[in-house]
């Protein structure tokens, strides 16, 4: 009786959080947005509010969703990664909820996002608003404006795996966090993200929820410098190596314990 009650209740405070985090994420782009791009002074400041708002709102969301039950978020190494600058984080990505959880720890960051949330009803309005970069432009053009983010010491937001998590399959890593760290010069901060029992996985709708409580844990491990890649004769092969290792660096990390 317990457990169907407990289960019950983590059903509907699921229900309750997505629909707060849907609705609100709505209204912020419908009445918020606006008002900060009216009294911004330029667009490079009308991002930085808006992406503030954003890890507000992602924070308050993580905190409802603990004190309704719904999960559990450890998190260690939370100073690491507020002294970062002009510096890619990159994480794995088993749940759907891994973005959420790290940007509510971020006061501000720059993201790659797929293009087809563009047009998305709910998320649509915010990644255009807060300047995000779109998956699907030319190469030139991205890294022309992830030079630029550097410059200015913000952060980067990366999943190199391009979706989620498989589980039970190795971790492949797509080149395009590499290419970006070698041709930018920009330093990687690795974090796992781990989530058990494993949820809200790709293909999963959201109230598909397990028979226990959610737990996730996000580590911060030590720095990459991608200095140390560019002895290589060529960037490519660079690129090439250091996508293999952070491949191994996770498997090690994530499913050899």
């Known amino acids: 009786m317990w457990a169907r009650l407990n289960y019950g209740w983590r059903l509907l405070g699921t229900a309750v959080g997505f629909a707060v985090f849907s609705v609100g994420g709505l209204l912020m782009a419908l009445m918020l947005f606006p008002l900060i791009a009216m009294t911004a002074p330029d667009t490079a400041t009308k991002n930085s509010r808006i992406r503030r708002l954003i890890h507000a709102g992602f924070r308050g969301f993580v905190r409802l969703l603990s004190i309704l039950g719904v999960i559990e978020f450890n998190q260690s190494g939370r100073k690491q990664l507020l002294a970062c600058r002009g510096e890619i984080l990159i994480a794995n990505h088993p749940s759907l909820l891994d973005v959420v959880l790290l940007m509510s720890l971020l006061p501000e960051a720059q993201c790659v996002v797929k293009h087809q949330l563009w047009n998305s009803r709910f998320l649509g309005s915010v990644v255009r608003g807060a300047g995000y970069i779109r998956n699907d432009i030319p190469a030139d053009q991205m890294i022309e404006k992830c030079q630029l983010e550097f410059d200015q010491g913000t952060n980067m937001v990366l999943f190199p795996e391009g979706t989620r998590t498989v589980p039970g399959k190795p971790i492949k890593f797509q080149r395009g ?81």
């Not at 966090?177 to 010069?185: D, M, R, V």
């Not at 092969?237 to 050899?256: H, S, V, W």
């Open 177 to 257: 966090f590499a290419n970006i760290a070698t041709l930018c010069g920009a330093d990687l901060q690795p974090i796992t993200i781990r989530c058990t029992p494993p949820t809200l996985l790709k293909g999963e709708r959201w109230y598909e929820i397990p028979d226990e409580k959610m737990k996730f844990s996000l580590v911060t491990h030590d720095k990459i410098l991608t200095g140390d890649y560019l002895d290589d004769d060529l960037r490519t092969i660079a690129a090439r190596r250091l996508t293999r290792d952070m491949e191994q660096f996770y498997q090690e990390k994530l499913c050899n314990g």
